[in-house]
Structures are given as structure tokens and as C-alpha cells.
């Protein structure tokens, strides 16, 4: 029964179908008696003859409506249906020609011709749609679509030959008594046919519901007019007139059907393609210009909306960009999913207090953009970065976390720093990487910002090659023992001698290498010349000379630093227990990545030190949770250890915890016989620094090794003497 439904869902003016089939009906069974015979045979030629030009004509138009839309879109069962029609046509044209009463054509016009003329198209019409139904649908070449037309009418002219040859060939279908019992067999043949074809069609509803719901009622009208033509007694009675009236309907259902399958669909196709098209060129738009997540305009809308819109108007425009600090760590501990979220959340958040002239934009790298079209001054800019600040100061509920963030804040103006919208873009990012060190984390874009960071990218750029044009080599700076007064120990230090700069300060380089990553291999270099300028040394004097080496951050954390370590040993031949390596505060931040690194590094046997203690991390727990084996007090202490009380307290503080926990304490910086005499009174056990030997060349070192040993001793038999 589903079937039903959907044959009256597709047809919109089914209900005006019935209404005339069932007048047509009406007519025919209530006025048969008084309607028999009532046409006469002169009319009825006339009669006829309009309702067979209408039959060809819509024929005809079926077949070239076919014709002319195949032409772009070749598919075969369409044109198949075309040629049916155009060979239906051609006989339905002989046929009213060679009917009853008609004038001479060929032959005398009599019932034999006009009846086969009209029966063999009877029975092919519905073969023809079986089979078209039966096709599997694909696209046919322009040639065969030529040749399936030609074909029909070769075919047709074929059966006209057949019917009109001199000598009767067929079986007549119609005599004195009216139609035989071949005529009717015929036709309840034809009839069962085109059941078949309702079956086939009912089969093809769920494809193609409207093109099968058409054929199936075009099926029933012929049904119909099969009935009334085995029914009729006499050419000129109703019965045959209806027979024709109905073929002229299913014919009329046939061509709508052609031009739904043929003009109406495709359009309505074209159409849904368009709207399609259209749809995704707006979600592509989307894409491109928007930011998934947070879906504020991007960068690419900036870049291409900014620099017209600044030309707009003469009010002062400014760029505010912004990015969360440490956003990176919260990644990595958290995951992209979470910091995402908060994101999405920040922006919010941002827009809810943002006047409406102000536009938000969401940068790659995490970084958004206020651009402002027209402010009062820079004060009042001021205060809006200031409320951002403050906006951003609230906790984000994330999941079961409150995140706590801040931002750093660049900003540009125009027209006073930059004259397009790609400048201003890019000045106010460097003001806001400069921010990072700011107290307030505010900066206006300055000039001396770009040189600055110009500068420091031809350093970075030259710092490439410093290690392969041995730009770079080690100082050691010696340590004095003040328990036993000898020098057996050393720190190396990196130089860097630019061949147009001169010498440049690791304090202005190594941050550098540590971004760029160039810190591994530079690290190692470092390592393994120490090592093998140590192993030399012992060599030469048999003394048991130890070399400490600074670590960074990025050395530690790389996947093979402990195997570096250990294949720089065996390779240098130095003995672990006479490299101590340096770590900084600032690495013990991470203790549960850090120390089994620590550990295993230990199980080498190399000692640990922490480099410039009490500058960094202010836990001190680390300290018992490391397997450290030696603390350097920060110069910046030791400096004014005589006059600043409080600096005196925190070193005799750390010499006092050092003991306890059974590490050794380095002094860095001395640089007077006072500050040595404060040291060794305080139990202090190694100091470096000016007053013994500034860092020298290896080679320097050796030669002069004596003479600074020998005034070490010296300055220590003063203090015993004083
Ligand atoms: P640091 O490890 O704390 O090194 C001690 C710094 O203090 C050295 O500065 C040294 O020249 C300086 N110094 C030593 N005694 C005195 C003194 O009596 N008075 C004064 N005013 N300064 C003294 P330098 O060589 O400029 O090194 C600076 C920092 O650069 C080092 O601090 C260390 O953190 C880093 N560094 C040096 N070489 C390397 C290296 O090979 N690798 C890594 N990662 N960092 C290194
Ligand atoms: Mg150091
Ligand atoms: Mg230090």
C-alpha cells in the first residue's frame, strides 16, 4: 500500500486525473445507447482525424522535447523512450492516413491497414517501456544516440512496407461483425503488458518516484482504452471514441512525464547543485576566514580587511594584540583540548565587556587582536588594556580546573607607527613579545623594539655558523679549595669571538641558542673540549683535576643527554667523578622529569651542582629530593656580603643548610681579601672568582698554573696572619 501513497504524493493533480476519467466513464456507460452511432461516418473521419492529430502530436512532442534536451545529457533510457515515440508517431501518422473513409495514400484507405497501424504500435508501445525499464541507465555516445533515432525510423518505414505490402500478408483484425478474436487477442495481450509495466514501474518508484508514479497512471489510462477498443462494435460508436480519449490521456501523462524527466528534473538539479555549491562556498568562507574554535574572524580576515579599513575615516586607529603567558606549559600538562576551552572561554569573555566599535580577532599561535577604529589617546587605551588585564585575572572554570592566566599586551598605532595593516600587525606583536619582561606586561610599540630585534635575529642568524667557523671556544675560570688551599678544580666558560662584533657575552648568546634549539649542539661541544682539556691536563701533571660544565635547560631535557654524557667520557677518557655538570634553579622546576634524569647521571658517578642558588626557585625542597652534591652561592650575594647585613645572613644561612645536608658550597664573584676572609671563616669549602683568576684560555691556564696557585696560598696565609 505504500506504493499508493507514494503514487498520490507525486502527482499534485491526481485528483483532476480522476475527476476527468471518471466523467469520461460517466459518459460512456450511462449515454452508450444514446450516444451509439451518434458521430455518422462523415463526421466521425474528422473526429478522428483531431484526436489522432493530437495522439501524434503529443507523440511527436515527446520524441523531439527527447531529441533536444538528449543532446547535453545522454542517457540512454531517455532516448530510447524518444525513438519509441518518434516510430509511435510515424504509424499514428499512417494510421489516420490509411483510416476509413480517408482520402487515397498508397493504397485504397481501409480497415486492415488502419488496424494494424494501429495495433503494432498498441503492442510495442509497452514492450518498448519494458524494456526501457529493464535498461541499466548510463550515458551513450552522440553517435549512438543518432543511430537509436535513425534505427526507429528505419524500423517504422519497415512496418509500413510490412502492412502495406500488395498481397494481405496479415491476419484481418476487423470484419462486418466488427473486431475478430485475433483484433481482441491483441489487445488483452497489449493490456497484460502493460500490467507488466505497472509491476516494473512499481519496482522503480523508490528510485525515481515521480518518472514511475507518471508511467504507472499513463499505464492505467491505456489500460482503459485497451477495454473500450475490444469493446466497440461499430468504428463510429462511443466506445471507440473513448478508446481514443483515453490514449489521448496516458499520452498527455507520457509527455509530462518526459518533461519532468527531461526539463523539470534536471533543473530542479541544477538548482539543488547551486544551492549546494552555494552552501559550501559559504562554509569554506567559514573555514578560511574564521577560527573554529573560538569563531572570531582570523588573521587572513585581518590581513585582508585591515589595511582598507584604516584608510577609512581620519580618527586615530590602534592594534591590540595579546597572548596568554606560559600558555605552552598549560598545553603540555594539560592537553590542547582544555586550553582550547579556555580560549573559547577568554574570548567570550573579552567580547561581553568590548564596546561594539572595537573588533576581535583570533590570531594563530594563540594570540588574539583588538583593533580599535577611532580612540581618544593613548590613556585610554591604556585603560582598556588595563581591564583586560583585570578580565583575565578571574579564574577560568575549566572542567574541574581554575586556571589562572595572564597576558602579555602589545600596542600599535596608526598612523603614528606603521603606515599599512600589515606593520601595524607586526609591530604590535613585537611590542607584546617585549611585554614578556615588562612589570605590567603592557608595552607601546617603541622603534628601538625592531632594532633590538632585528639585532638580535642577525645574531641568531650569525650564532649558526659561530661553531662551524670555531668562533666559539672555552675559558676556565679556576676554584680554589679553601680547606686543603689548592686549585684542583675549574669551571668552563663559552666565548664568543664575532669576527665583526668582537666579543660577544654568553649572558647575550646562550638565551639565544636556547631558543633556537642551537644550545645541543653548541652544549656538547662545550662538554666534550672540557673533558678532553681536562683529561689532558691531568695527563700532563698527574694532578686530580675536576672541570664543571653549565647545563641548559633544553641539554637536560633532550631525550639522549645522559648517553651523551657517558659516550663524551668514554671518548675523552676523562673519569666521571671529575666532571661535575651545573644545573640552574630554574630546571629543578620539573622534578618528575628531572630526576631520574639526575639520577642516571649519578649512576655515571659525575657530581651535580646548582648554579647561582638563591636566585631562582624559591622551594627549596628540591633540595633534599635531588641527588645533588654541591650549591654555587649567586655573586650577586657574595657582592655585598660586608655591607648588606641581609645578604651576609642568607650566605651564612646557606653555608649553615649546606652542611646539614651534607653538600659542598662554591662562592662565586670574590673579589677582595675581605669577602675570601668572611668565607673561609664561615666554613665556606670552594670560591671563584677575580681575586684568584679571572676565566683564562686553556693554554694560559697551564702556563700560568703555578704563579696563580702560588698567590692563592699567599692570600690565605694572609688571613691566618691578620
Ligand atoms: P655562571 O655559570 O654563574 O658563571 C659565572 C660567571 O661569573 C661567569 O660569567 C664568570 O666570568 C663570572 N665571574 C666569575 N668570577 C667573577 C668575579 O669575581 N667577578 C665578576 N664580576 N664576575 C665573575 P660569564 O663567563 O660571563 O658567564 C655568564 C653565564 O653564562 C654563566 O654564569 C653561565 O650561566 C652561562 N654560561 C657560560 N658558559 C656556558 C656554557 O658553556 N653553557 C651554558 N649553558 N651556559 C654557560
Ligand atoms: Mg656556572
Ligand atoms: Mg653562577
Known amino acids: 500500500m505504500n506504493f499508493l501513497k507514494t503514487i498520490i504524493g507525486q502527482q499534485k493533480s491526481l485528483s483532476l ?76 501518422i499512417i494510421h489516420a492516413l490509411s483510416y476509413k473513409g480517408m482520402p487515397f495514400f498508397i493504397q485504397e484507405s481501409d480497415p486492415y491497414l488502419a488496424t494494424w497501424f494501429y495495433m503494432i504500435p ?43 505490402f500488395p498481397s494481405k500478408i496479415l491476419p484481418d483484425l476487423v470484419d462486418e461483425s466488427g473486431t475478430t478474436i485475433l483484433k481482441n487477442t491483441l489487445q ?38 485497451d477495454v473500450f477498443y475490444t469493446n466497440y462494435y461499430d468504428v463510429y460508436d462511443i466506445y471507440n471514441f473513448m478508446g481514443h480519449i483515453f490514449q489521448l490521456f496516458a499520452f498527455l501523462v507520457l509527455f509530462k512525464m518526459i518533461y519532468y524527466s527531461s526539463v523539470e528534473r534536471p533543473f530542479i538539479q541544477l538548482l539543488k547543485a547551486k ?64 586550553v582550547e576551552k579556555m580560549l573559547k572561554m577568554m574570548t567570550d569573555r573579552i567580547q561581553t565587556f568590548l564596546p561594539q566599535q572595537y573588533s576581535l580577532y583570533k590570531l594563530r599561535e594563540d594570540q588574539c587582536v583588538v583593533y580599535v577604529k577611532d580612540h581618544g589617546d593613548s590613556a585610554a587605551i591604556l585603560k582598556l588594556c588595563n581591564r583586560l588585564q583585570e578580565m583575565m585575572a578571574e579564574p577560568f572554570q575549566v572542567q574541574h580546573l581554575s586556571l589562572n592566566i595572564s597576558v602579555n599586551i602589545g600596542v600599535s598605532f596608526y598612523p603614528k607607527d606603521a603606515s599599512n595593516g600589515e606593520e601595524l600587525l607586526k609591530f604590535s606583536q613585537i611590542a607584546m613579545h617585549e611585554a614578556k619582561n ?30 662551524a667557523n670555531n668562533e666559539l671556544y672555552l675559558e676556565y675560570q679556576p676554584q680554589l679549595n679553601l680547606r686543603t688551599g689548592e686549585i684542583l678544580s675549574m669551571e668552563a ?74 659516550q663524551t667520557l668514554e671518548k675523552t677518557k676523562l673519569e666521571p667523578k671529575f666532571l661535575q655538570l651545573e644545573m640552574t634553579e630554574s630546571m629543578t622546576m620539573n622534578t618528575k622529569q628531572i630526576t631520574p634524569v639526575l639520577e642516571q647521571l649519578k649512576a655515571l658517578g659525575v657530581t651535580i651542582a646548582v648554579d647561582d642558588f638563591g636566585t631562582g626557585y624559591s622551594s627549596l625542597s628540591y633540595l633534599k629530593d635531588f641527588p645533588i652534591d654541591c650549591l654555587k652561592i649567586d655573586r650577586g650575594f657574595i657582592r655585598n656580603i660586608l655591607q648588606n647585613k641581609n645578604d651576609e645572613a642568607l650566605v651564612a644561612l646557606i653555608l649553615s643548610m649546606a652542611k646539614h645536608l651534607h653538600l659542598k658550597v662554591v662562592a662565586e664573584g670574590i673579589e677582595s681579601l675581605e669577602q675570601l ?46
Not at 612589570?439 to 638580535?456: G, I, K, N, S
Request: glycine share 4%; proline share 2%; hydrophobic share 50%.
Open 122 to 164: 498498441r503492442l510495442l508501445l509497452p514492450i518498448g517501456l519494458i524494456l526501457i525499464l529493464l535498461v541499466k541507465e548510463k550515458h551513450i555516445s552522440e553517435r549512438v544516440r543518432h543511430l537509436v533515432y535513425g534505427a526507429s525510423i528505419v524500423f517504422a518505414l519497415g512496418i509500413i512496407f510490412l502492412v502495406y
Open 438 to 467: 615588562a612589570v605590567d606586561r603592557v608595552l607601546f610599540y617603541h622603534p628601538a623594539m625592531l632594532e633590538a630585534r632585528t639585532a638580535r635575529l642577525t645574531l641568531e642568524n650569525d650564532l649558526q655558523h659561530a661553531l
Open 677 to 722: 676572609n668572611y668565607l673561609k671563616k664561615n666554613d665556606c669549602d670552594i670560591i671563584q672568582g677575580y681575586l684568584i683568576s679571572k676565566p683564562i684560555r686553556y693554554e694560559v691556564l697551564i702556563n700560568q698554573y703555578e704563579g696563580i696557585q702560588k698567590n692563592a696560598k699567599e692570600y690565605l696565609r694572609q688571613l691566618l696572619v691578620v
Open 188 to 225: 488483452y495481450i497489449a493490456l497484460i503488458i502493460q500490467i507488466v509495466v505497472i509491476a516494473l514501474a512499481i519496482r522503480g518508484l523508490k528510485k525515481r518516484p515521480r518518472r514511475a508514479a507518471l508511467m504507472i497512471t499513463a499505464s492505467v489510462y491505456l489500460i482503459f482504452s
Open 17 to 92: 486525473y480522476i475527476f476527468f476519467t471518471m466523467l469520461a466513464l460517466a459518459i460512456s456507460i450511462y449515454f452508450s445507447d444514446s450516444l451509439y452511432g451518434i458521430f455518422g461516418a462523415e463526421n466521425y473521419i474528422t473526429i478522428h482525424l483531431l484526436f489522432e492529430i493530437f495522439i501524434i502530436f503529443f507523440s511527436l512532442a515527446i520524441s523531439m522535447q527527447i531529441w533536444l534536451s538528449s543532446k547535453f545529457n545522454r542517457e540512454n533510457d531517455s532516448i530510447y523512450l524518444g525513438a519509441l515515440f518518434l516510430f509511435l508517431a510515424i504509424l499514428e
Open 275 to 338: 544551492e549546494y555549491l552555494e552552501k559550501s562556498k559559504r562554509e569554506m568562507h567559514q573555514m578560511a576566514y574564521y577560527d573554529d574554535i573560538t569563531l572570531l574572524p582570523n588573521e587572513r580576515y585581518l590581513h585582508e580587511t585591515l589595511s582598507d579599513s584604516l584608510n577609512i575615516g581620519v580618527g586615530k586607529k590602534a592594534l591590540i594584540t595579546f597572548e596568554v603567558d606560559r600558555l605552552d606549559s598549560y598545553k603540555r600538562s594539560l592537553g590542547t583540548l582544555y
Open 493 to 566: 666558560l663559552i666565548r664568543w669571538q664575532h669576527p665583526e662584533k668582537g666579543f660577544i657575552s654568553p649572558l647575550d648568546f646562550i638565551s639565544i641558542a636556547e631558543e633556537t634549539g642551537l644550545i645541543v649542539p653548541i652544549g656538547q661541544w662545550v662538554l666534550e673540549t672540557a673533558c678532553q682539556d681536562t683529561f689532558n691536563w691531568q695527563q700532563k701533571t698527574k694532578h686530580p683535576i675536576q672541570v664543571a660544565v653549565n647545563l641548559s635547560m633544553g641539554q637536560l631535557y633532550h631525550d639522549d643527554f645522559v648517553k651523551i654524557v657517558q
